[in-house]
């Protein structure tokens, strides 16, 4: 079975959408600089507490910076709480982080615990409480709703349910990574071929999630990230050269290079998740509905393009030849963007 036409529609709704806009989108991106061409944008802040004692609690508060400042973040908690050590702050490029002791005086189940000023931001928080019995409690907070009452005990679903929709967010907010399948489909010409390549990339980046979420690979994530940059890039080339009737294995076996590069995708990942870490004791569930969150995510974005690509494609205009190298000059100019960024703070 194939769709015939469906890579022309789509590219011709690209094009059409890509022409309209490129110019706005060159001059955003000089006006906005780093805050919009940002491959992750919204970064999660993180609260841990472990208890190492009865009532007694090792708190980690993890916030992102913005420039030199730290985002105005408290966590706070509905009943009696005592510090027993002063907070301690370390920066780390782009994060703060905050450890000190407490003594909950009135037990933390049943009550509610809130990241104040989560409310004025645009990020999240995941909350991870560790008790002394071994049972854990993970929750994700965000401005709608920065207030959360910690349960007399968690399921594995719930546990589920919050890294499902961490997975979505983090793919629909990781544009690098979706500037990468949007390259994937201008080469892959035919549904068959679109499907084994998708397929590729689906299972190269949950390959290496998996083995550096469980410590079985260790890579720097700044190297990951230029790479990852760089390889927009290279797709961006090929679409360039297949234009212009160069063969290039990209366009032959477009799976063959989704999947080697989805490798490199699966260490970002990676280090996305390694940031809000896995609950002990629902590490399998939280892993695989992550990357299942991913993989939706994905989805969705695949399938909404090829949608509105079906749908306005009846009334786009016709377009100059030169039309056609607008989409990829422009996502691998962004690509060159996220490269010297990157690359710069090595």
């Not at 410590?215 to 700044?222: A, E, N, T």
């Not at 940059?229 to 477009?254: D, N, T, W």
Request: proline share 6%; glycine share 8%; hydrophobic share 55%.
């Amino acid at each position: 079975m194939s769709w015939p036409g469906h890579t022309d529609r789509l590219g011709g709704w690209l094009l059409w959408m890509f022409t309209r806009n490129a110019a706005i989108l060159v001059v955003t991106l000089g006006l906005c600089g780093p805050t919009l061409t940002s491959a992750h944008e919204v970064r999660p802040a993180y609260l841990e507490l472990r208890e190492d004692a009865p009532g007694e609690f090792s708190v980690l508060f993890k916030t992102p910076m913005r420039g030199d400042l730290r985002l105005a973040l408290t966590p706070e908690f509905s009943g009696r709480i005592e510090a027993l050590t002063p907070v301690t702050t370390r920066m780390t490029g782009d994060a703060a982080l905050q450890t000190w002791r407490l003594r909950a005086l009135d037990p933390l189940r049943g009550r509610d615990v809130r990241v104040a000023g989560l409310d004025g931001t645009m990020t999240d928080a995941l909350v991870r409480i560790e008790f002394a019995d071994g049972t854990a409690w993970t929750q994700r907070l965000t401005p709608q709703q920065p207030t959360a009452i910690v349960p007399q005990a968690q399921s594995g679903w719930f546990v589920a349910g919050v890294y499902l929709k961490l997975g979505i967010e983090h793919i629909l907010l990781g544009i690098d990574h979706l500037l990468f399948v949007l390259a994937l489909l201008f080469l892959a010409r035919g549904t068959w071929l679109l499907v084994k390549t998708i397929t590729a990339f689906t299972i190269a980046h949950s390959l290496t999630l998996t083995l550096a979420t469980l410590g079985f690979v260790h890579v720097p994530s700044r190297p990951v990230e230029a790479v990852i940059a760089l390889s927009i890039v290279f797709v961006a080339v090929e679409i360039v050269y297949a234009y212009r009737g160069r063969q290039g294995l990209a366009q032959r076996a477009p799976w063959i290079v989704a999947f080697a590069f989805g490798l490199l995708h699966g260490l970002g990942f990676a280090g996305a998740l390694s940031e809000v870490g896995l609950p002990p004791g629902h590490i399998p569930v939280a892993l695989l509905f992550f990357n299942i969150g991913v993989e939706i995510g994905q989805l969705l974005f695949v399938g909404v393009a090829l949608f509105l690509a079906a749908i306005l494609a009846p009334y786009r205009t016709a377009l100059p030849k030169w039309a056609k190298l607008v989409p990829p000059y422009v996502i691998g100019s962004v690509a060159m963007f996220w490269l010297f960024e990157r690359v710069a703070v090595f």
